[in-house]
């Protein structure tokens, strides 16, 4: 049984020496969009424009034949897996939306994408709920896309995952429960990038520049491995005023371990951290730095760290702005600016 200790809030502490400072303004992700109102009808897809799905070849038909500015509606009911690999535009994105008991649902647990976005652009996602399959929402060389709303559950590794250079993606409203089914180790909620070892099978041996994607708004429960994964590789991104909870998590020992550079990290909410809450590692030379932890609040309730910055602590910031309560080992390594 881990120790459970509780005192008043304090403020958190790192330090950040010789950074090489934020990404610059052209390449920073966009700001807040604020909330969208919940999808609890068909109509709320919207009113011109539509194609509404009732079964799954009527929904395979529609993705194929959508071009900038379609919109497919789910109807309530079950269907299953789905691809996605055309684009919309920056002024006529594609939409694929429905109520939460329009349930894409990709099956066995062992094997498959439920839904797999591949080299598509200008997408919107929202509403619906992705069940099984061994990966819940696969990005793949995806661009411009937003995943809004959506329910993410019962899969077999992680819930969402946005790799192969897939670049300026939202993943916002989200609640995602109850990953890693098949294996615990794989059963993160979000997953940003890709591991160094598997760059040769999925960017030519280079880095996966998975790049200034945004996790904001989500509630992650029930993940076997970490609600948020950051990886090497992967630079400017922001993870903001998401909600953690990391009671059941087996196989990770904290809420989000940022391995990437330049990643902005504030104002979530976690409780029932397993060791740490935040964590910044480096698993390849030059990754792991110039990372901003601020306005983050904290319940640890762990033999841990709120923020363990286990190298490079002179190269990532941790602000005195956040907020915890356990912690067993403290705030940080070092002060907070």
Not at 61 to 76: K, Q
Not at 121 to 142: E, H, I, N, P, S
Not at 157 to 181: A, C, F, I, M, Y
Not at 271 to 276: E, R
């Amino acid at each position: 049984m881990r120790p459970r200790s509780f005192g008043v809030a304090v403020l958190l502490a790192a330090t950040l020496a010789g950074c090489a400072g934020p990404p610059p303004a052209a390449t920073r992700p966009p700001d807040r969009a604020g909330p969208t109102p919940p999808v609890a009808t068909v109509a709320d897809c919207g009113t011109t424009g539509v194609s509404v799905v009732r079964d799954t070849a009527a929904l395979t038909a529609a993705i194929a034949a959508a071009r900038p500015g379609s919109v497919i509606a789910l109807a309530p009911g079950t269907y299953g897996a789905v691809e996605v690999a055309s684009a919309g535009s920056a002024d006529a994105p594609i939409t694929l939306c429905g109520p939460r008991d329009a349930v894409v649902d990709g099956g066995s647990t062992t094997d498959g994408y439920t839904v797999h976005v591949e080299d598509a652009r200008y997408w919107t996602l929202r509403g619906f709920t992705v069940r099984g399959g061994q990966k819940g929402v696969m990005l793949d060389g995806a661009q411009h896309v937003v995943l809004d709303g959506l329910l993410v559950t019962g899969t077999g590794d992680e819930g969402v995952h946005l790799r192969r250079n897939s670049t300026d993606n939202v993943v916002r409203g989200l609640t995602v429960r109850d990953t890693g089914l098949r294996q615990a180790k794989f059963g993160e909620g979000i997953y940003i990038g890709s591991a160094e070892s598997n760059w040769c099978e999925l960017t030519d041996c280079r880095p996966d520049r998975s790049d200034r994607n945004v996790v904001e708004d989500n509630t992650i429960s029930e993940t076997t491995a970490e609600s948020v994964d950051v990886k090497e590789g992967t630079t400017g991104g922001v993870v903001r005023g998401n909600t953690f909870d990391g009671a059941g998590m087996s196989a990770a020992d904290a809420w989000v371990d940022v391995k990437g550079n330049g990643w902005t990290i504030t104002g979530n909410r976690g409780t029932a951290a397993p060791t740490d809450g935040f964590q910044v590692h480096e698993i390849t030379d030059g990754w792991g730095v110039d990372n901003t932890f601020s306005a983050n609040t904290a319940s640890v309730a762990a033999d841990g760290y709120v923020v363990n910055v286990t190298r490079n602590a002179d190269r990532n910031t941790v602000t005195c702005d956040n907020a915890a309560v356990g912690a067993a080992k403290g705030i940080s390594r070092g002060r907070c600016r």
